[in-house]
């Protein structure tokens, strides 16, 4: 009877998971069917498994529309910003982390930090444009990188903060004794005990860079710096509102980077974190 029941409780779970499985997968997969499925097959009832294939609605993007342009800012905006990002926020995380402050400021540093990060995006707009303006910046990327940057210092800040932290002291103490410098303690010995850290943090800039819009509507100026979510948004027009495979091909289009970029990183999620760093 007990094997029966556990038999009966695995039958059940993996109904569930594959239910949910579904239910997660199935927007996925439309999107690609649409991207895929001819224009003509979108009106009236549309069928789950299209009757026919076309790769037209891709042609259009990159030939008449200029997809790849956008492609190619938006990653330039997101490689960019997110490499800033990291090398600014870890460096502060470390000396946040590690450091003894004369005064009691290292906990309402990390809330004033962590503040500019729970603040709506929108609050920073009228200041920042005026800013980029007087600058004579906005018909460039140059905003669209900085607001990014502003952003994800810091996320990355607060979120490196516990893996610094979680770190045994006496990997420092180790390394100075061997007359390690205290850059060399932190590129050679710090950094690679927190690549895990490093790897999370690095996805969710990353997306946040990608996925940028708020910032891209209000600061780029001329189409040729449009990234990707803002032609998508300026595909979705009145004149082509009901071109649901041209948006579609180019969201298909837009996840690719983000898909390969964590299928990248996720090998180093798995790492240990500091085995084996102390000397016995």
């Known amino acids: 009877m007990g094997s029966k029941r556990i ?32 224009t003509s097959e979108m009106t009236g009832h549309i069928s789950v498994i299209p009757h026919a ?11 008449e529309r200029g997809f790849g342009s956008s492609i190619v800012n938006s990653l330039q905006t997101t490689l960019i910003s997110t490499v800033i990002s990291l090398a600014i ?22 809330y004033w930090i962590l503040l500019v990060r729970v603040l709506p995006p929108v609050a920073f707009t009228i200041p920042l444009y005026t800013m980029f303006s007087k600058l004579n910046i906005l018909y460039s990327r140059v905003p669209v990188i900085l607001a990014c940057i502003l952003i994800n210092i810091p996320l990355i800040i607060w979120f490196m903060i516990s893996f610094f932290q979680d770190l045994p002291v006496d ?10 410098t205290e850059w060399q303690l932190f590129t050679r010995i710090i950094l690679p005990l927190v690549l895990p850290g490093i790897a999370a943090i690095a ?10 819009y708020t910032y891209s509507i209000i600061f780029v100026q001329t189409p040729r710096n449009y990234t990707v979510p803002l032609t998508l948004a300026v595909l979705n027009t009145e004149d082509n509102l009901t071109n649901f495979g041209l948006v579609a091909a180019g969201g ?21 974190l500091s085995s084996g760093a102390v000397k016995e």
């Open 7 to 38: 038999s009966g409780m695995t039958v059940v779970k993996g109904i569930v998971c594959a239910i949910l499985l579904l239910v997660a997968l199935f927007p996925i997969y439309w999107i690609v069917a649409m991207a895929i499925r001819p």
């Open 53 to 63: 294939l076309t790769g037209e609605h891709f042609r259009q993007l990159f030939v």
């Open 89 to 110: 926020g870890l460096c502060t995380a470390y000396i946040i982390s590690r450091a003894r402050f004369r005064m009691a400021i290292k906990k309402p540093l990390t």
């Open 171 to 180: 990997i420092d103490q180790s390394a100075q004794i061997d007359g390690a």
């Open 203 to 212: 996805m969710l800039s990353f997306m946040y860079a990608w996925n940028e």
């Open 252 to 272: 298909v289009i837009s996840v690719i980077p983000i898909t390969l970029f964590v299928i990248f990183a996720q090998n180093y999620l798995i790492s240990g």
